[in-house]
């Protein structure tokens, strides 16, 4: 049994074979590899076989194990691949895979410093570069790694309920408390609202505008009346870009009605601002990027759409706590989210009294254990972020962002040459981009704008939503199959006027592999959909 564990002590021998089992799975995992944008093929997936598995009488070898974890792989995207365009997935980069193999073979716990040494250093020293690259006072402000942006906005939502409601914690959530946030915000707000015992039913949806930036008249207005009948605000959540479209609340001007709500109706407590800035965090790295020098010579458009999300990204100094993944647009393997908190003070709102927990705590300096949701916090996400930041720095952040704005800006520029497709976030200023196939015969100047606004235009946005989807079908099954490119679709891209889903397919470029041949290449694999669509009618 212990030929099964890394050595504790230096042992060359089995240190080797340590080493050499690592590497010999990673071969078998290069064997999976091709031109195909998948690990392998694709598998019919057998849940009902699964669901019978049963643990065997004797164990299998090391290397029989390791066989057996490379073949679950089997049929995963690769990430990096440059015809992979599904999702907010990035491929990790080689020091931030480091950084989580290193905590998965030593075990550290971020409950204490006690028994993570080290990586607690890490979570501060992370903490305090992202502080700064955000605006926020690094000596003033406070941050704790957690388990994905619903985490994060979890901790946002709890800090918001214990300033409307301080005997939470105590007594529990009492009824009245609300959190408002876009119609286009992230769908966590309603596991939140509901695992918090604010309930889903307690989330005010605002409206957005077509660039799906959420609309201040109708926040004003909802806030308004939610004080107007006692109720109590528990958090305004700015989305600083949205899954689907990357569009970028106005989050200065969120933070200003806060304050005029708390003056005008003489609040005895300070609703909370959250900042779900899980992917457009990064874009921070251009506040203080001279666009009209370009040093890094990136192209028109691509200075106008960094320049245009800089514009709102750089205030999310304004917000009282912002939401960070640095497995988005950080680079890093899943799980790496920060919460950050512009002032420590707040986190003490969540201290749990040392008696609770005797076991804890009786060495080290800091015990993050005695306020995080979490006991036990793993170090992999603390040290793959840090691995990165020091990495790229800004200007690689720069570059690398830069260069997928750039693609995406070239696919948009590619959709909008052609008379059969139309960009629905044709304002975006990220790497998404959220577009409509036509059949012939119909006008994509007009077409949008009249399905998105005229009820009498509801048929007609129906049968292109089948379209849509059957293009997508098509696209999909050819790139199981190994042939072009991978996308995804949105089954609401926003909703109309009138109340019907905007299906939206999608491109979401994260790879540093990409280059304009792979966006020519998507162009080409949607016109090829609509011929044999065409064709098979």
Request: with cysteine; aromatic share 8%; hydrophobic share 40%.
């Amino acid at each position: 049994m212990r030929d099964n564990f890394p050595a504790p002590v230096s042992d060359r021998k089995h240190d080797a074979y340590f080493v050499f089992s690592i590497l010999r799975a990673l071969d078998r995992v290069d064997d999976l590899k091709s031109e195909v944008p998948l690990l392998g093929r694709p598998r019919a997936l057998d849940y009902a076989a699964a669901e019978q598995a049963e643990l065997a009488e004797e164990g299998r070898s090391v290397e029989e194990v390791a066989h057996l974890l490379v073949g679950q792989l089997e049929g995963m995207p690769i990430w990096g691949h440059p015809r992979t365009q599904i999702n907010v997935v990035p491929p990790p980069s080689i020091p931030s895979v480091i950084g989580s193999l290193l905590p998965a073979i030593y075990n550290p716990n971020l409950v204490s410093d006690d028994t993570s040494y080290g990586l607690m250093l890490t979570e501060a020293s992370a903490t305090a570069m992202v502080s700064g690259l955000v605006g926020y006072d690094p000596a003033r402000a406070a941050g704790v790694f957690t388990f994905g942006g619903t985490g994060t906005v979890l901790y946002g939502a709890k800090l918001g309920i214990e300033k409307a409601f301080p005997d939470a914690m105590d007594n529990g959530v009492p009824a009245g408390g609300v959190i408002l946030a876009s119609a286009q915000s992230h769908y966590c707000r309603l596991n939140v609202a509901g695992w918090l015992g604010l309930g889903e039913k307690n989330v005010v949806e605002i409206p957005t505008h077509p660039q799906n930036d959420i609309r201040l008249d109708r926040l004003e207005a909802a806030a308004r009346e939610a004080l107007d009948q006692g109720r109590r605000i528990v958090a305004l959540v700015a989305t600083m870009g949205t899954t689907d479209a990357f569009g970028v609340d106005d989050l200065d001007a969120i933070a200003d009605l806060r304050d005029r709500l708390v003056e005008d109706y003489r609040l005895d407590y300070t609703p909370h601002v959250h900042a779900d800035a899980v992917i457009g965090w990064a874009w921070s790295v251009f506040n203080d990027y001279d666009f009209e020098e370009n040093p890094l010579g990136f192209r028109p458009r691509t200075v106008r759409a960094l320049a245009a999300a800089r514009r709102r990204i750089s205030k999310l100094h304004r917000a009282d706590s912002i939401g960070i993944d640095f497995h988005k647009t950080g680079f890093t393997p899943y799980v790496s989210s920060l919460f950050l908190a512009r002032d420590r003070a707040d986190m003490q709102l969540l201290v749990r009294g040392r008696e609770q927990m005797p076991y804890l705590f009786q060495s080290g300096e800091r015990h993050p254990g005695v306020f995080t949701l979490e006991t036990s916090r793993g170090g992999s996400g603390v040290l793959a972020a840090y691995a990165n930041l020091q990495l790229f720095g800004r200007v690689g952040l720069r570059v690398l962002l830069g260069h997928l704005v750039e693609m995406a800006e070239a696919l948009r520029e590619h959709l909008e040459g052609h008379d059969s497709t139309t960009v629905l976030n044709d304002d975006g200023v990220g790497t998404v981009t959220v577009f409509r196939v036509y059949p012939d015969g119909v006008d994509t100047w007009t077409v949008k704008d009249r399905e998105r606004t005229d009820p009498a235009a509801r048929e007609e946005l129906h049968r292109h939503n089948d379209y849509n989807r059957r293009l997508f079908r098509y696209l999909y099954d050819r790139a199981m199959r190994g042939e072009g490119v991978h996308i995804s679709m949105t089954d609401c891209y926003r909703e109309t006027d009138y109340g019907e889903p905007m299906v939206g397919l999608k491109s979401f470029i994260l790879s540093p592999f990409i280059d304009e041949r792979d966006v020519e290449q998507l162009v080409r694999d949607i016109l090829d959909a609509r011929q044999a669509i065409r064709d098979a009618s």
